[in-house]
């Protein structure tokens, strides 16, 4: 069991006024059996702003909000103390869409020839056991893909960063579940807060025996009671944790930092 507190922040300057800004954020963290909300604070600003919360179909809770009046700036700020611990995780389904293929993850033929490959050889000893597979596949992820801040974006495929054998820990997710999913694993896409501090991060959970597991391929290691579970989803597309449009001709400087600590 771990007792963290956590701090997550975003700020958009923007180069001009803009106005009529519709944003969704899916910025607070789950509440699960595993993880506990002990304290939480969260402000949005300018404080003109108007929202209401709700919980999306995969149970991410979003925060649904406008801003009217002119402005050049939209500032959000979670923090809080959570209690972690995953002996407190309770059987669940394993839903049947986390088994299939995303826009994002759907694997090339390159994909597809390199799993093979993998199951003949790196995987033959574990076949059987889902979570073995899992864990194995995220370990030779780790070890034969490259981080490479700013090779990709938000629309990256898992073919198209699979192809370059680089990118970031939202492609390095996005390969695991194109190829866990070639095998039947149900896998789906976590983001978070990790121990630590600088940026939000990705991982994947894996059901296996009616538990979900995480696993972090871009850091090569269990996801455990160090993380912190914002949302999750079948890929990036069903929960970013920020997205939102306005009117306006306006360039944006995001800047985002979080930071977890063990109490």
Request: glycine letters at 8%; charged letters at 20%.
């Amino acid at each position: 069991m771990q007792k963290l507190k956590f701090l997550f922040l975003t700020k958009l300057d923007f180069s001009s006024m803009i106005g009529e800004h519709h944003f969704v954020l899916r910025c607070v963290p789950q509440v699960l059996p595993e993880q506990q909300m002990i304290e939480l604070d969260m402000k949005v600003m300018p404080q003109s702003c108007t929202g209401m919360f709700s919980t999306d179909s995969f149970g991410n809770q979003v925060f649904a909000g406008s801003l009217l009046a002119p402005h050049k700036f939209f500032y959000y700020r979670v923090n809080g103390e959570i209690v972690r611990n995953d002996a407190e995780k309770r059987p669940e389904a394993a839903a049947p869409y986390m088994r299939y293929p995303t826009k994002l993850t759907s694997p090339s033929d390159e994909i597809r020839l390199y799993a093979d490959e993998l199951w003949q050889h790196e995987l033959k000893d574990c076949q059987g056991d889902n979570y073995a597979v899992a864990s194995r596949l995220s370990d030779v992820i780790y070890r034969t893909f490259a981080y490479a801040p700013g090779s990709t974006n938000v629309y990256t495929t898992a073919a198209e960063a699979f192809q370059q054998r680089s990118g970031v820990c939202q492609d390095y997710v996005h390969v695991f579940l194109a190829i866990a999913r070639l095998y039947g694993i149900p896998a789906r896409y976590v983001s978070g807060l990790p121990l630590g501090d600088g940026a939000t991060h990705a991982w994947v959970e894996i059901w296996h025996d009616g538990l979900w597991y995480g696993l972090d391929p871009t850091r090569g290691c269990l996801a455990d009671e160090g993380y912190i579970k914002l949302n999750v989803g079948r890929d990036f597309n069903d929960c970013p944790i920020e997205r939102g449009v306005f009117r306006g001709q306006a360039n944006q400087l995001q800047t985002t930092y979080m930071k977890v600590d063990i109490l």
